[in-house]
């Protein structure tokens, strides 16, 4: 398998796509309006606490106040807490026994679990105005606030450091046993005295003195964070994490890379810059892309774009899927298309399915969807083809690096499943609401809005003693409005004896109407 990163720089944004044998699987847009804020550290305020739903809002300086769950209240709290006041009386938290801790870190920040027979963790009691630290682990989406944790972790690109811990991980993704023997044997040398260490997974056949000089780097962002603790006042951003198009170099840009391809000469310098301090033996795979062609463009990856942001998407074997958003799920619909019409209506259907199910795992990672899933596919009459569907989604989503729990397929062929949500997904950061139809999809038909305005000129004839009005509207219901020589407009005139002066607006939507009052200017639409 060839796997590619292809970067396209402009003037307002990076745009980063991941691809295996020239399929797109991964897809992000760095841009201003919506920095990378995952992994972020704030020094901030509890603003409330909650019992009742076990969680309080800290203020952080953002819009909203940031969601910490006591589930994201970490053991290390007090410590932290404890140091960063200058107290000296509390003691590192330890694990004697954690050697055979393993530890999936492919995403540095995602929270890491306790080891069981430990006992329940007692949460500590916060206060409102009480100073805290904390970490974002997921971004906000709508109007929710980001979501933050206790347990502070700093990622590099070889290990993640846990200050005021004891915890020595190796990601999952390290089978080879001789390799994680090595690399648990060079973290318990490296490690300083009360840190907890995650080896990642590009730390995969790297030497000491790599991640030694990783290592080094994070026991300095560290020292940064508690010397800002100490001299800045609440609410402050005391860390920041890398920028979206560093994070994924540094994430992403794992030994089964071949290649990365930039069209832009500054951030080329910066990536390879980057890349020969860290692994200089992949210097070479960073290559700048210099053709008259847009880089997208020249890989095929605009026209797979194009398709993701669809609603609807084909399959190898002539069947499609639907994704359909909603506020509460997300719904995808399975269809075979031409294949409808064939003999072996099972096997065709099993097929067709097993399609689906490769294609949305696909496109869920390729789209970063995260929240609960509804998936309606053929129905299938075989027990053991329902099993082999919910067997597939397991396989594929193994790529994935949002955590997913699929439930198996129901009599009605039906599969439910929760992703992951870290961030907004690519639709959601890509695309703006419609002013129009304020995200429906649809607009009032100009026949309905014609009689709401005249049962607003009947209440209008009624309740007041003017005569003279300046109705407002969408140019497209302006033309509807006066069509023909005996025009709607004219008939309204001439039924209740008023006087209407018509302005075409093309900022108002063509789903609504304002009207104002000659006299006085003043909108009246909502008076009437």
Not at 325 to 339: C, F, L, P, Q, R
Request: proline residues 3%.
């Amino acid at each position: 398998m060839s796997k590619e990163i292809i970067i396209s720089s402009s003037t307002t944004q990076n745009r980063v796509a991941i691809t295996e044998d020239g399929k797109l699987v991964d897809f992000f847009v760095d841009h201003p309006e919506k920095q990378r804020m995952v992994g972020d550290i704030y020094f901030g305020k509890v603003a409330r606490v909650l019992p009742g739903i076990r969680a309080a809002f800290i203020d952080i300086g953002l819009k909203h106040d940031a969601f910490l769950h006591f589930s994201d209240i970490g053991d290390r709290w007090n410590t932290i807490q404890a140091i960063l006041n200058n107290e000296n009386d509390s003691e590192p938290s330890t694990d004697d026994d954690d050697d055979d801790e393993i530890l999936e870190t492919t995403d540095p920040h995602k929270k890491f679990p306790r080891k069981s027979g430990k006992g329940e963790r007692v949460i500590p009691k916060l206060s409102k105005g009480q100073e805290i630290l904390v970490q974002i682990i997921k971004e906000p989406v709508k109007d929710k606030g980001v979501r933050v944790t206790s347990s502070i972790s700093i990622a590099g690109r070889f290990c993640v450091v846990l200050p005021m811990d004891s915890k020595v991980g190796i990601s999952k993704k390290i089978s080879d046993y001789r390799e994680r023997k090595r690399l648990k044997r060079i973290a318990r040398t490296i490690i300083p005295k009360h840190f907890g260490l995650i080896i990642r997974t590009a730390a995969k056949n790297q030497s000491e003195e790599a991640m030694v000089s990783d290592l080094k780097a994070l026991m300095k962002s560290w020292e940064l964070i508690q010397k800002n603790v100490k001299t800045m006042d609440t609410p402050a951003l005391v860390y920041s994490d890398l920028s979206t198009t560093s994070s994924i170099i540094r994430d992403m840009f794992t030994p089964d890379v071949k290649k990365i391809f930039i069209d832009s000469k500054k951030l080329y310098r910066e990536i390879n810059a980057y890349i020969e301090v860290l692994q200089p033996d992949f210097a070479n795979r960073v290559e700048y892309y210099g053709g008259k062609q847009p880089i997208f463009d020249a890989f095929k990856i605009e026209e797979q774009i194009k398709e993701m942001m669809s609603r609807k998407v084909m399959t190898p074997s002539g069947g499609y899927i639907y994704i359909d958003h909603t506020e509460a799920m997300t719904v995808i619909d399975v269809n075979s298309g031409k294949y409808a019409a064939k003999k072996e209506q099972e096997l065709n259907s099993l097929k067709t399915d097993l399609e689906a199910a490769r294609e949305i795992a696909r496109q869920l990672r390729l789209r970063d969807i995260g929240g609960l899933f509804v998936i309606d596919f053929i129905d299938l009459e075989d027990e053991k083809n329902r099993k082999k569907i919910y067997d597939e989604l397991k396989k594929e989503f193994r790529k994935d690096r949002a955590k997913v729990a699929i439930l198996p397929m129901t009599d009605f062929g039906i599969i439910q499943m929760t992703r992951e949500r870290v961030r907004e997904n690519i639709m959601q950061s890509m695309n703006e609401v419609c002013p129009y139809c304020a995200g429906t999809g649809m607009l009032t038909k100009k026949s309905n809005l014609i009689f709401d305005i005249e049962e607003w000129i009947k209440r209008f004839k009624i309740h007041s003693k003017e005569n003279a009005i300046l109705l407002k509207v969408h140019p497209s219901l302006a033309r509807r409005l006066q069509e023909n020589r005996f025009s709607t407009l004219l008939k309204l005139k001439l039924k209740y004896f008023i006087r209407i002066k018509l302005e075409e607006d093309e900022s108002i939507s063509p789903s609504i109407f304002k009207i104002y009052s000659r006299k006085t200017g003043e909108d009246i639409t909502t008076e009437f």
